[in-house]
């Protein structure tokens, strides 16, 4: 396949724009709690109502790097000026957001759980559940669940919802990405996720409270390790302690997937990004896109 022709397979690529008059607000300065010292994130807000959220799945965008793989990282989108320009359909005074999305299954391009991007489905669910644990000191741990059991979905009416996968909650999604595990869950549940020491690099999304009493989406990528406790916890915390103040919170793919770039308003795509945070080395099955409704 010839280069022009890869590039031009991309133009449909997942990114997020948020509009003019509802920039994509970046805050650098915030850190989460966690045993010694606090761990830096960088969390990209607008609020949720003037969003949209759409997915694409690598596999899609014919960019052969091995074999008959697609491998397509956010680092390879950030550095890549002519992709860019065929992937991207942002006006100058839009902010623009790319960001990882879900995790990959046999294959770099191959989504581990449901994909749906414009309406079609493209990867079916994964239904593996984990065994229940009836005698485990955590509460999340004692009834069956999901092993991918968060779902970003972009509803047929533009509503942005992040919550529990079901296949129920499934339905009607016009863009949804399976992912997990769910980090926090509405009232009366909180935190959905025990303590574990394993720390990694974490991209994650979540809808919370905001000024003025609007729903505020989050895309939070963390600077250094942090453990799912530490993140979900921080997450759900209130905003005056320093918290997101979220109440619906997913994981997405993290390590050295996880990354975000960031152009401001009247940033050309032929300029570098002005903020790339994380590692975002590794190849994705899915983005997501955030754009202006």
Not at 118 to 145: D, F
Not at 227 to 256: F, I, Q, Y
Request: aromatic share 4%.
């Amino acid at each position: 396949m010839s280069m022009k022709k890869s590039i031009v397979a991309l133009g449909a690529l997942f990114v997020a724009a948020v509009c003019c008059s509802e920039p994509l607000q970046v805050d650098t300065s915030m850190k989460i709690p966690r045993e010694g010292t606090p761990a830096p994130v960088v969390v990209f807000s607008a609020p949720a109502a003037s969003v949209k959220v759409q997915v694409l799945a690598a596999s899609q965008m014919q960019m052969q790097y091995d074999g008959d793989t697609v491998r397509i990282s956010v680092r390879d989108l950030a550095k890549n000026a002519a992709m860019r320009q065929t992937a991207v359909k942002r006006s100058r005074d839009e902010s623009l957001l790319l960001l990882n999305g879900g995790f990959s299954g046999s294959r770099a391009d191959r989504p581990a759980g449901l994909l749906v991007s414009g309406g079609k489905a493209l990867s079916i669910p994964n239904y593996t559940k984990v065994a229940a644990q009836p005698a485990s000191t955590c509460q999340h741990l004692r009834t069956e669940h999901f092993r991918l059991s968060g779902l970003v979905c972009t509803q047929a009416n533009g509503e942005l919802v992040i919550g529990a996968f079901s296949q129920k909650n499934a339905e009607g999604c016009r863009e949804a990405i399976q992912a997990g595990p769910v980090l926090v869950l509405a009232a009366p549940n909180g935190i959905a996720v025990c303590n574990a020491p394993e720390r990694s690099l974490r991209t994650a999304v979540c809808i919370g409270a905001g000024a003025n009493g609007r729903e505020m989406a989050r895309f939070i990528v963390t600077k250094e390790p942090v453990t799912l406790l530490e993140l979900a916890s921080w997450m759900a915390g209130k905003v005056e302690s320093g918290g997101l103040g979220c109440h619906s919170a997913v994981n997405l793919s993290g390590a050295d997937s996880a990354a975000a770039a960031f152009y401001s308003p009247g940033r050309s795509l032929n300029q570098n990004p002005n903020l790339v945070v994380g590692e975002g080395v590794y190849p994705q099955a899915s983005f997501l896109s955030v754009t202006a409704k």
